[in-house]
């Protein structure tokens, strides 16, 4: 990357450019609402809030962000629950990681949207079949991601432990517990996006409520303000997320070697 | 006191009368890989006395690091035995400490709760544990350095910190394994001045590994020449250069004809494993 020490842009602070950036995707949406082409499926902010008002005043939006939440809620939480055992399971026992590995990596390739139909067929319509959905797309990468931390811890800490007079208890919780703790701050990052964008597949199992189903349905009756702003709506709730695990994570595990 | 010390001159000729305190007994290591099996020992027997420094050199691949894990308990020998005061070594125990040449910090401890962890295990806990390791910390001058994240030091003060943990834990022997081998000439002739003057004064029988043949004529009192594979004693030299022995010591004439010597030996191995 090219950086110049000396260049204006460095010299503007990082809040500014925070704003600068927001101004800018003002001007690109606006661009957007004018535009013929796009003019329909962008309407400009004022619009879009009162689309939101409106979905409010119907009394459907609290309940869509509501429903949506518990299963985001609920699969992402069985899916961490699962996937810690099974990923030092399959670290520490090589016929566990024989057996699984290959399937994991199997499923984890194939969009959710895809096998959604199949687990409405043993679940049922609904909430079922919705946290299913997302458990297993959430289950999936936490476990990759926390199996790859467990069998990366140097080696050389746990031998250094030994020596100093270690036993197995105080090596799993005293080094393999933090050695292994930042990787499982990313799968719970990676896992909580993965819950985000799950949703909408997820929601295509069939629901009374839901901002994927809302989406679905506001796409079919073209009330195109109100589907913009539900959009909007799913990108804001990602980046509080991300941006409050990042928050934990530097907190955690802030006595990392940063390659900068 | 003084005659006292006078009078202990560990000098390896005389030291005869000191106990042993570690002993190999026909070592023997081998790996089975893919290529089948790989003896990287074969028949290693050495006496290591009480309150004796030994280095050992040889070329790479000869397995000093084997003997050295294997001393520790950290692998098991293929066949043969190693003893510490008399009794079988059958895994690691808090009588053998190891520095590693990576350091091996927790990078998630500072720096004192690095060197807390080794009090830890000794059932030392609380105020007791935080003063007793800023002690061993001043001992390698990083007091300033107590809250410090590992990351945040140097090489050198990072294998000072792993040194201290290593006190932390007591041994009575001390176990080292190139532990100044990724360091640069100038930082390395410090900490081995530091070693040297910690060894003078507690006399803790040590076991260094080094590639650097002056490096174990200043510190040693014998140096072990390993020979290329399959590792076996090649030749133990005696240094009898008397301690205190500093800096100055690699201009002197005797430490040259020592340094001459090791150096052809180390070389005809060095062919040998060109060949
Ligand atoms: N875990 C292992 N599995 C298979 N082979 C091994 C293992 N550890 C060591 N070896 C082999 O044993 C031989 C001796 O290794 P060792 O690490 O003891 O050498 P070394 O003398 O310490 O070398 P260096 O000076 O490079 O550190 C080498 O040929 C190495 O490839
Ligand atoms: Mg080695």
Redesign the interface.
């Known amino acids: 990357m090219r950086n110049n020490k000396n260049s204006w842009s460095n010299k503007i602070p990082s809040w500014a450019w925070v704003i600068l950036s927001f101004i800018a995707a003002i001007g690109v949406w606006y661009l957007l609402s004018i535009l013929p082409k796009t003019s329909r499926a962008f309407p400009f902010a004022p619009t879009t809030i009162d689309g939101l008002l409106t979905m409010m005043e119907r009394g459907v939006f609290w309940d869509d962000l509501a429903s949506s939440l518990l299963s985001v809620v609920m699969g992402y939480g069985l899916g961490f629950v699962i996937a810690l055992p099974v990923a030092i399971l399959m670290a520490w026992y090589l016929p566990i990681r024989n057996i699984l590995n290959p399937w994991i990596q199997f499923i984890r390739n194939i969009p959710p949207l895809a096998y959604v139909p199949l687990l409405v067929v043993c679940a049922g319509v609904g909430r079922p079949a919705q946290v299913t959905t997302i458990t297993i797309a959430c289950f999936l990468i936490m476990c990759v991601t926390i199996y790859q931390g467990v069998i990366n811890v140097?080696e050389?800490?746990i031998?250094?432990?030994?020596?100093?007079?270690?036993k197995n208890r105080?090596i799993f919780v005293?080094?393999l517990a933090?050695?292994t703790?930042p990787f499982i701050l990313t799968a719970i990052r990676l896992g909580a996006s993965v819950a985000l964008t799950t949703i909408i597949a997820a929601e295509s199992a069939g629901s009374q409520a839901g901002l994927g189903m809302r989406i679905r349905s506001l796409n079919a009756s073209f009330e195109n303000a109100a589907m913009l702003a539900y959009v909007i709506v799913l990108g804001i709730i990602g980046i509080l997320l991300e941006k409050g695990i990042r928050l934990l994570e530097k907190k955690l595990?802030?006595?990392?070697?940063?390659i900068k | 006191m003084m005659d006292n010390m006078l009078t202990n001159t560990y000098g390896a000729e005389s030291g005869a009368a000191a106990p042993v305190k570690v002993q190999i007994k026909n070592v023997v290591k081998t790996f089975s890989g893919r290529n089948g099996e790989m003896v990287a020992l074969n028949g290693v027997s050495l006496d290591i006395r009480e309150n004796e420094f030994v280095c050992v050199v040889g070329p790479s691949g000869c397995g000093k690091s084997t003997l050295l894990n294997i001393i520790a308990g950290l692998l098991e020998p293929t066949s043969g035995e190693v003893y510490c005061d008399g009794r079988l070594v059958e895994g690691t125990g808090t009588d053998r400490g190891v520095v590693f040449q990576q350091y091996a910090l927790f990078p998630w401890l500072t720096v004192k709760k690095n060197v807390k962890f080794a009090l830890e295990m000794r059932g030392i806990k609380g105020r007791e544990a935080d003063e007793l390791a800023m002690k061993y910390l001043e001992k390698v001058d990083l007091v300033k350095f107590a809250n410090h994240y590992p990351k945040e030091l140097s090489g050198g003060m990072k294998q000072r910190v792993a040194i201290a943990r290593a006190y932390a834990a007591e041994p009575q022997v001390l176990l080292m394994d190139e532990p100044f081998g990724a360091l640069d000439a100038q930082t390395r002739t410090q900490l081995q001045s530091e070693l040297l003057e910690t060894w003078e004064r507690d006399r803790k029988t040590c076991f260094f590994i080094t590639h650097d043949v002056d490096e174990a004529i200043i510190l040693a009192q014998k140096v072990i020449v390993m020979s290329a594979r399959p590792g076996r004693i090649k030749e133990i030299v005696d240094i009898d250069i008397p301690y205190p022995r500093d800096q100055e010591t690699k201009m002197s004439p005797r430490f040259l004809e020592l340094k001459n010597h090791i150096w052809s030996i180390v070389y005809q191995e060095y062919l040998e494993v060109r060949k």
């Open positions: 140097d050389t800490l031998k250094a432990a030994r020596v100093l007079g270690a105080d005293r080094v933090p050695a703790l595990t802030g006595w990392q070697e940063t």
